[in-house]
């Protein structure tokens, strides 16, 4: 069915968020331009592109691996839980 929807006009809080930039852009002497291509270059994030860069699961060092084996050893040989702080 097509039933008839009323308009209520625009919605109070989108008003006063309008309202408010109108309001902010003035004090500054500056215009908000968001979502063009060259605001965007503006605010990328360069850490977002160096994360591509990294390794965040690097595999453990050879000495790591045998004192975690060491470890593991002497707990079972003395039958204790080392804790480590």
Same mark, same amino acid.
């Given at each position: 069915m097509n039933?008839?929807?009323p308009s209520f006009? $625009?919605?109070?809080?989108?008003e006063t968020t309008a309202n @408010?930039? @109108?309001?902010?852009e003035a004090m500054y002497n500056h215009k908000i331009i968001?979502? /063009?291509e060259e @605001?965007? $270059?503006q605010w990328a994030n360069?850490?977002?592109e160096a994360a591509s860069q990294y390794d965040f699961a690097p595999e453990l060092d050879h000495d790591i691996k045998? /004192?975690?084996t060491n470890l593991a050893n002497a707990e079972? $040989?003395?039958?204790t839980t080392m804790l480590q702080t």
């Open positions: 039933y008839p929807v006009g $625009a919605d109070p809080e989108m @408010s930039i @109108s309001i902010g968001m979502g /063009t @605001s965007k $270059a360069p850490a977002k045998v /004192t975690h079972e $040989a003395l039958g």
